[in-house]
């Protein structure tokens, strides 16, 4: 390896390689057009491939044949991971940390990796650059490659390890393994190829050059490749010898060809960078070594590692940058080609060994169901209210419930039963009990009998009010009870294929198939929070699945149960109305006499009879009085009884009315209650408590803010103050962690009505939705600015330091609001420009500098981080349009950013955010003739909607022409539409004939014909 002149601009230089999808010019993603990524297991990765510098990983990434999905590490592996194949072998990529070299850096890597990757032992290598040592015998040029590979010594020498003896000299002990067998079989056969003149390095070069538009990476020039060594010993690094001037000028015979040598030899591995002349070729005699490099020491002894080095300097004072780029991708080219020549049944070394597939198939089938299971899964369930003593067991005599269990009546009814009933009467409870009745008997008696449920929650996550979550639910505890089953995931290849509705739906489908000798109970509450057009599908496949039980005379019960408003019906099935029955308005009376203080005596009995009366067989109207009344016993005085019934009279009994005169009873503490609810019913994600109660403390402007002291303010403080703050409208749910929600749905859906909350405070005037994410904007923004978060040792990216890491998650402990308030800030801003209450001034006065650095800080993965320059593009990927529109007119995108932005409105669909991105452009000084040329490139792209080209104002080449013209008649329309503002006078007609005479001129007879019927 030869280190490059400094490690920031390194770092700098290649970041920018490996993300160059971000400013359009490189990227070395795969085209998403070619189809999802595959996702296999840690058993099959049999190549392990080490990287010591960033470049290096780019040219790795750039001769892989395809990309693989990434997989979830240990927590013991601290290595990053790039994942592919190149032929038949899949290949595991590594790359030591930025500034992190030599042989112990090493050695932590392999170790991970191999833990990690068991096989990737079989087939290992280090592929990088390294310094030629030139000799008559070796006549090597800048940009040859060096290949571990040697008749008489050792592939590789640690040279700066054993004993000093006199005069200083050291003297090595111990030799280090040799590369694999397979692979110096391979080697023979490589070399015996290029003998013949049949290898491949300069074109799989050419194919990663022509595929990943890279740029740097082609060969500098002859001139360069041919320079002199300096054999000076006073010779200062980047200056010539005043002394001797240029000495032992080495004569080389000329070549006929650029294309890179391969030379097999000794390479030299030591901890120090080498950059002396004269120690080079001491030790270079003594171990007749061709190549330095600074860690194949640190593999051998772990890995029988085969160590390829692309040349990029002399290892002498007058290093040099210019060959790093393509002397990488020399050597990863060569490394393809030796994988090709490896016969391929060396990519599953785990066929024939038991014990190896069926580790593999084991840890697929616990990764896959990690995957299906989400955290959230039992969260609504677990925060539904236990049936009260002595209710609803009545149900369980019911002759509807009886007919469902009889498994002779099945085809009258397809094993569905429906039960509906008014919102809050009661219904979840009652599916609960339901629940842990059948689960009871799957416990003790029925072994035959398997219980799966789901409740959806509108008040919850995405995957909690939507039939991908319910489906993912199901299958997860179906396959968790049933494990045999679990081999229908092992044809799953991605995550991602969970959500798929269709993918679900036909696994979970299988799994019922499978277990025709077991009785399945499913139970599915609250059917009226999810999507209607997602429960009509649900229900229908339902109905399916039970005309193919009755048919295999299979045992599938399903309950379902909501309201009775959604348009949604099945076939068959068994109705019953929950409110209408005897047994529901008995079980409202026992709750009363349960759990109502009134004393004893005729008057407390005819009080209860009353509640029960005016309840409308309503269970959460009767919770919320009974809990109104209680507090008024526990407090009155004299007849108490009567101010109970005069209390009584005075509560409405609608429901909606009775959520007013709960926010309404007083104004105490009316700030924070306000707040509570916009919190409650506008955050972008339900809160944990100590969120919640921060987030409140950040909208007071009176209230200091100040770290959380658990020793003063502990959870059930903070519960206490929750509840108050929304009386009692609130609740924390039983998932882990806890968050926060009303105590029904009900209640969100009374103040989401229309001027439900400007009805309930008019005088506070800042309460719709536009005006409440504007106050929540206020919360976040003061949180994010209080305290040091600006200090520059503090802020990092995604390789901040150990003090930086540690200081983030302290940090988040004593301000558990920051987090939120730092990621979801924007999303508020957004919300607030949709309703047009987002002032210039937050453009203006949003401190860019300290927000990027603070959001960079929090954030744990890289692509979600952004700088002042990816601002916009940040916004699109978002999809926070409003404020992307806001900022664009406040600051117009410059010709540098202009291309991607464009990119990301295109794949978004958003066209007039589009035209506005144009128009902010336009509105700058005209471009000149230079911005002219670009912006006709950009153009260019619009047609194949790929920004992989290096934008700059030289004339075409094939290569950048395949970047830009690969026409696709899906982005056609977007050049039709394009106002071509930038260009000012130039109209569409000339662009269109330009781009003509190209394809014509690189012989695309596609984008001809696409081009033609376009008008040109």
Known sequence: MSTPHTFEEEHHSERRKLDKSRDGSQSLELDPRTGPLKKLTYHAYTVGWICALPLELVAARSVLDEEHETLRLPSRDHNTYCLGAIGSHNVVLCCLPVGEYGTISATKVASNMIQTFPNSRTLSLLVGIGGGVPSMDHQIRLGDIAVSVSKSGPPVKQYDYGKIVANGYS????????????????????????????????????????????TGYEYPGIEFGSAPEYHCAQNVEGSECGICGLTKIMSRTERTSTNPVVHYGTIGSGNQVMKDSC??????????????????????????????????????????????????????????????????????????????????????????????????????????????????????????????????????????????????????????????????????????????????????????????????????????????????????????????????????EKALRDLQNLSIFCFVDALDECPEDQIQDMVASFESLGDSAVQNKSRWHVCFSSRYYPNVSARACIPLELDQ??????????????????????????????????????????????????????????????????????????????????????????????LTIQWLLYSQRPLKPEELYFAIQSGDDKTELDCWNAEELDASCMNNYILDCSKGLAELTRSKPPSVQFIHESVREFLLKPRALENLWSESGAVSEGKSHHRLLKCCWRCVTFGDTDKPHLLGGPHRSKNQREFWQERLKKFPFLGYATWNLLYHADCAAKAQLLESSFCHSLNMKRYIGLHNALTQYEPEQFNERSFSLFLANKNFGSLLALW????????????????????????????????????????????IGELEVVLFCLLSNVFKVKYSFRPITYQSYSGIMSISMEALPWLLLTPLLPLGEISKQPLLNRALCLAALFKDENAVKCLLNAGA
């Not at 010709?895 to 409105?905: A, G, Q």
Request: hydrophobic fraction near 40%.
């Open 888 to 931: 664009i007119r406040l600051n117009p995108p410059t010709t540098d950013n202009l291309y991607e932005l464009i990119n990301v409105l295109i794949r978004l669909g958003d066209l007039e955010l589009y035209r506005k991105a144009l128009s902010g452009h336009a509105n700058q000084s005209r471009p000149d003739r230079k911005d």
């Open 279 to 508: 120690t080079r070729d001491r030790l270079a005699q003594r171990y007749d070594i061709i190549c330095f490099e600074m860690e194949a020491a640190g593999l051998m002894d772990d890995l029988q590692c085969l160590v390829i080095r692309g040349i990029c300097d002399y290892c002498d004072a007058q290093k040099t940058k210019l060959f790093q780029d393509y002397s990488a991708l020399a050597a990863a080219a060569y490394a393809k080609e030796l994988l090709l020549t490896v016969p391929s049944r060396y990519d599953r070394p785990a066929v024939g060994d038991p014990e190896a597939v069926c580790q593999e198939v084991h840890d697929h089938r616990k990764m896959m169901m990690e995957a299906l299971d989400f955290d959230e899964a039992e969260s609504r369930r677990a925060t539904v209210k236990r049936a009260h003593s002595q209710t609803c067991k009545w149900f369980l005599t019911q002759q509807e419930y009886l007919d469902w269990l009889d498994t002779e009546k099945l085809p009258q009814h397809n094993g569905l039963l429906w039960l509906r009933g008014k919102a809050g009467c009661g219904k979840s409870t009652l599916i609960n009990y339901l629940t842990d009745n059948m689960e009871n008997m799957e416990r003790r008696k029925l072994s035959n009998t398997v219980v799966i449920s789901f409740f959806f929650n509108a008040r919850g996550s995405e995957l909690e009010r939507s039939t991908i979550g319910m489906y993912r639910s199901l299958l997860h505890q179906l396959l968790k009870k049933i494990p045999k089953c679990q081999y229908l995931l092992d044809k799953v290849s991605r995550i991602s294929n969970f959500d798929n509705i269709v993918t679900l739906q036909h696994l979970f």
């Open 581 to 674: 029955r005897d047994g529901h308005a008995d079980d409202i009376k026992k709750y009363i006499d349960a759990e109502l203080k009134a004393g004893i005596g005729s008057s407390a009995e005819a009080l209860k009879l009353e509640i029960a009366e005016r309840s409308g067989k309503i269970f959460l109207w009767v919770v919320l009085v009974v809990r109104i009344l209680r507090n008024l016993f526990d407090r009155g005085r004299g007849n108490r009884i009567k101010e109970m019934r005069s209390k009584l009279k005075e509560i409405p009994l609608e429901l909606d009315q009775l959520f007013h005169d709960i926010l309404t009873r007083d104004n105490n503490n009316m700030a924070e209650l306000v």
């Open 171 to 214: 003297v090595t002990q111990g030799s280090l393994n040799k590369p694999a067998f397979i692979l110096s079989t391979a080697v023979a056969k490589v070399i015996a190829e290029h003998k013949l003149g049949q290898g491949r390095v300069s074109k799989f070069m050419a194919e990663a050059i022509h595929k990943h538009s890279l």
